[in-house]
């Protein structure tokens, strides 16, 4: 599956972002979804995941009940709704897929079989 994220942008911190992931191929409901951050000098990291049908939700502390992680497997699609953003969200923000049957840890960058390229988001103070 190829992913291409987008919707990132220069906004002020309390504002409000969506990104997308637009995923090719006819099998988008068979994986798993989260979106990545990386801000520059340190690692990528989790930020959320959702489940193949959309059933189930997880947020990394530091955006639970700021984010929103949601899917139309009709359109092909992820979506990261960011709410009351702050500077330390700024990032390169990724999705990422993964078959929702393989066994792994979510939260890990190895787990994930299909990466996008990557959208900017910077918030400034």
């Known amino acids: 599956v190829q992913l291409q994220a987008f919707g990132g942008g220069l906004v002020q911190a309390g504002d409000c972002l969506r990104l997308?992931?637009?995923?090719?191929?006819?099998?988008?409901?068979?994986?798993?979804m989260s979106w990545f951050r990386q801000a520059p000098g340190r690692e990528r990291e989790f930020v959320a995941r959702?489940?193949?049908?959309?059933?189930?939700?997880y947020y990394t502390d530091s955006v639970q009940g700021r984010f929103t992680i949601s899917r139309d497997n009709a359109k092909n699609t992820v979506y990261l709704q960011m709410n009351s953003l702050k500077p330390e969200d700024t990032a390169v923000y990724y999705c990422?897929?993964?078959?929702?049957?393989?066994?792994?840890?979510?939260?890990?960058?190895?787990?994930?079989?299909?990466w996008g390229q990557g959208t900017q988001v910077t918030v400034s103070s």
């Open positions: 990422a897929a993964v078959a929702w049957i393989k066994i792994g840890q979510p939260m890990d960058v190895s787990h994930y079989d299909y």
């Open positions: 997308s992931c637009a995923a090719s191929g006819r099998t988008f409901s068979t994986y798993a």
């Open positions: 959702i489940s193949r049908f959309g059933s189930s939700t």
